[in-house]
């Protein structure tokens, strides 16, 4: 029976960073962590031609930063304009609507309404643009998702990401995808690897990504874990290039 241990948590403090930054209390603590997943999804599903690859969320009293870091940010700027206005007015009357639903719902199971109940924090964007998408692993899967919703074979699929991951020259790569394969009528798994992915190695620098294709013949699931290269050997190269 395999023991696996998700590779980007297992490495927070070493080579990632939590991507919602912010204290709170213990009884508000679950609502916000709610409140950061459904700001995540509203981004992703509003903008899926974006190829946003990371959604980083800070909280201070009263205001909510949101760092997006996309493929294609011009998809988001185009429909907030160049202050962002519209994405930020439509970003909080949606949260307005979600935080009213959840806690209606926490009032009818528990009377002590959490204090959680505040005015609306301010909404601030930052997008930032991703130079090379080729060698995140969540634009690799949004490919993939592509590809596959097409109705393209799973394996040329496949070859088609790790050659657009050789052209990054990233030193390796491996992609899982399971489900019924090609219409096939038992679910398996199939996989692909080039190069090294060392995921026990705590100091390599590993990218994860794990989507969901829907297709006519059900969900596919999509795994991609890309290897950069170590830390140390990262920070050992900068002094020496600047020499």
């Avoid at 241990?5 to 508000?28: D, E, N």
């Amino acid at each position: 029976m395999g023991q696996k241990v998700h590779p980007l948590g297992f490495r927070l403090g070493i080579t990632q960073q939590h991507r919602s930054q912010w204290f709170a209390k213990p009884k508000q603590y679950s609502f916000l962590v709610v409140e950061d997943h459904f700001l995540r999804q509203t981004i992703s599903a509003k903008f899926p031609e974006a190829g946003i690859v990371s959604v980083g969320i800070q909280r201070k009293v009263d205001q909510i930063r949101i760092d997006i870091c996309a493929a294609r940010p011009r998809a988001i700027v185009a429909f907030g304009g160049q202050d962002l206005d519209n994405l930020r007015r439509y970003l909080s009357q949606s949260l307005r609507g979600h935080r009213e639903d959840t806690l209606g719902k926490a009032r009818a199971f528990n009377p002590p309404t959490p204090g959680i109940a505040k005015p609306m924090p301010q909404i601030a964007i930052y997008i930032t643009k991703l130079s090379n998408p080729n060698v995140s692993a969540g634009f690799l899967s949004d490919f993939l998702v592509e590809q596959l919703e097409k109705r393209i074979p799973f394996r040329r699929a496949m070859k088609s990401a790790v050659q657009r991951a050789q052209r990054a020259q990233i030193k390796g790569i491996k992609i899982q995808v399971a489900g019924r394969l090609n219409g096939a009528e038992i679910a398996r798994s199939e996989w692909i690897r080039k190069g090294q992915v060392p995921l026990q190695t705590l100091r390599a620098n590993v990218d994860y990504s794990y989507r969901t294709a829907s297709t006519i013949y059900g969900l596919l699931g999509i795994k991609v874990w890309t290897f950069q290269g170590l830390a140390d050997a990262k920070a050992k190269a900068k002094p020496a290039a600047n020499a």
